[in-house]
């Protein structure tokens, strides 16, 4: 005989993080309550458990809850590069520059992902483009990994690898579904006089 009946929490705390999935920019347990009908106890309990086992993160202390590494880490053995790329198209939206999403691929990076931003067409980037890894900042985030030395000790401490050019400003900062090694790279390209430090922070995070 079949065994059809289901662990309630199982299913609640599933229904939970496909609703968080759905919803990029993260959710407040204002919100969960409200979808759910939750108690205030059961919400934060179901909460800390998730964010405990890294399935759910905050960036901040009192900021919204959105999946975390965990999640992420199961799904990319899956579907890796599909999950990728529908992240980089999540996190494009909050942004006005040209982005990109680079991954390794032997000694270079190739771009798979591309979105062009709304200031003057300056630092474009095109689908298929590959790039030596030593030559910019998304590939000298995989070769950091593993270097001796304070230029790659200051890039993986800072999770963040950056070059002005004149007058164009390249960053990247490393994509980690397991929270450790990178998989992906997202970088931006701007005119330099707008690269901001909020604006690569909010590059890291997006990351």
């Known amino acids: 005989m079949a065994y059809i009946r289901q662990v309630p929490a199982v299913e609640r705390a599933l229904q939970v993080l496909e609703w968080i999935a759905e919803r990029p920019e993260g959710v407040s347990p204002a919100e969960l309550m409200a979808r759910f009908d939750l108690s205030r ?115 993986r401490r800072a999770g963040l690898a950056q070059r002005r050019q004149g007058s164009l400003f390249e960053a990247a900062a490393p994509i980690c579904p397991d929270g450790r090694r990178p998989a992906a790279a997202l970088a931006l390209r701007l005119p330099a006089q707008r690269a901001t430090p909020a604006l690569l922070e909010r590059l890291r995070v997006a990351a």
Do not use: C
């Not at 106890?41 to 086992?53: D, I, S």
């Not at 880490?73 to 790329?85: D, G, K, M, N």
């Not at 270079?108 to 910019?136: D, H, K, N, S, T």
């Open 41 to 155: 106890t059961g919400t934060f309990a179901l909460l800390n458990t998730l964010k405990a086992r890294g399935y759910l993160e905050q960036i901040h202390p009192r900021g919204p809850y959105r999946l975390g590494p965990r999640w992420w880490a199961l799904a990319t053995r899956v579907h890796p590069e599909r999950i990728l790329r529908d992240l980089f198209r999540a996190e494009a939206q909050g942004f006005a520059e040209s982005l990109a999403l680079l991954r390794p691929d032997g000694g270079e990076v190739v771009v798979i992902e591309a979105v062009l931003g709304q200031g003057p067409l300056i630092g474009r980037w095109a689908v298929g483009e590959r790039y030596p890894m030593a030559e910019g900042p998304a590939g000298w985030l995989f070769l950091a990994e593993g270097r001796p030395g304070p230029r790659w000790e200051r890039i």
